[in-house]
């Protein structure tokens, strides 16, 4: 299972850091994903990253704008976004693609707002 962490309430144009941390190896894990659900929409995947980088995914919405890293030694899976929108506001998940469903955490909530 993940646990996500670092989200919170950001103005347009700045900048967060998402970490979620395994609860146990994610070595083995060839591809992990961050995905977001925003309200009333379904959830969807935002970046990829593969095992051994640096091939990664990046949804149209946050090319050039969210960069996915992982650290497998320590288990975690990072999302750094920058020039954040308003229509990036939604509950951030991560997971393996593709998810596992006993998977999922809590999510960390981001909104983008001013």
């Known amino acids: 299972q993940f646990v996500e962490s670092g989200g919170g309430l950001v103005q347009p144009g700045g900048s967060l850091r998402l970490s979620c941390a395994a609860s146990g190896s994610i070595s083995n894990i060839y591809v992990l994903g961050w995905y977001r659900q925003a309200p009333g929409k379904q959830r969807e995947l935002v970046a990829a990253?593969?095992?051994?980088?640096?091939?990664?995914y990046y949804s149209d919405s946050v090319k050039g704008r969210f960069t996915i890293s992982r650290d497998n030694a320590k288990n975690t899976v990072y999302l750094q976004m920058n020039s954040l929108l308003p229509e990036d506001t939604a509950v951030y998940y991560c997971?393996?693609?593709?998810?596992?469903?006993?998977?999922w955490g809590q999510g960390t909530q981001v909104t983008v707002s001013s």
């Open positions: 997971n393996r693609r593709p998810p596992m469903e006993k998977w």
């Open positions: 990253i593969s095992r051994g980088g640096p091939t990664n």
